[in-house]
């Protein structure tokens, strides 16, 4: 199916654990990026790409790794998960004029 | 740098009454501009974007926005309300290169009384 996926949908960890949120596109869209929403913050950026292997950071990158090696994949990692990372998680793509957005991975860490 | 603030984090309206969802915005650059509506357990869907084309923009569901350069302003209305118009809107800017990231407001939670 066309348009852009994410998983899990739904995730709980644990502190300390790694875990990875998955995105993957069908467009070929250059631009991807990951957002975190929380409640009375609205989105923030966390990492866009601009290209396969170009990545930079967002407003909120610390605690978050991610990677591009292939144009329809951009997973987002969390190399040691906190509390204060429970948010819902939305990937996104860009044309020249809009962005397209997964339907978001709920993410609790306990 | 760009910036976007939503006056106004919940706003309630009746049933059939004027939506008004006031977004101002800050762009170093001429800006594109989006507004994105969220449902219950959602992702984002756009309702309309300003591309630097018409200043009046129309979108899906009745709604429109009017880009106003002089006010920094993009509010987005609704002539008359509908239950199913309650929802979590955001407000967003970009650069007008087509490749910068969306940077968005914090969000208006729209109630809609019956």
């Known amino acids: 199916d066309a348009g852009i996926t994410q998983s899990p949908r739904y995730k709980i960890t644990e502190t300390g654990r790694q875990v990875t949120l998955m995105c993957h596109q069908t467009w070929s869209h250059s631009y991807m990026f990951w957002y975190r929403q929380d409640l009375g913050h609205g989105l923030r950026l966390i990492y866009y790409?601009?290209?396969?292997?170009?990545?930079d950071k967002g407003e909120v990158p610390d605690g978050y790794v991610v990677s591009r090696s292939k144009t329809e994949n951009f997973p987002l990692t969390l190399e040691s998960a906190t509390r204060s990372q429970t948010s819902v998680y939305f990937c996104?793509?860009?044309?020249?004029?809009?962005?397209?957005f997964g339907q978001g991975t709920r993410l609790t860490v306990v | 740098a760009q910036s976007v603030t939503q006056l106004g984090s919940h706003v309630s309206v009746s049933e059939g009454a004027l939506v008004l969802l006031r977004c101002n915005y800050s762009?170093?650059?001429?800006?594109?501009l989006f507004w994105y509506v969220q449902y219950p357990n959602q992702g984002l869907q756009l309702l309309l974007k300003?591309?630097?084309?018409?200043?009046l923009v129309k979108g899906i569901n009745g709604f429109e926005a009017e880009f106003k350069k002089s006010e920094t302003s993009f509010h987005l209305t609704k002539p008359s309300a509908h239950m199913s118009d309650a929802a979590e809107y955001f407000c967003a800017v970009s650069g007008n290169s087509g490749n910068t990231p969306l940077v968005f407001g914090k969000g208006t939670r729209l109630s809609v009384i019956a």
């Open positions: 996104a793509s860009k044309n020249t004029r809009e962005a397209f």
């Open positions: 762009s170093s650059v001429p800006p594109y």
């Open positions: 300003y591309t630097s084309a018409a200043t």
């Open positions: 790409s601009a290209a396969a292997d170009i990545t």
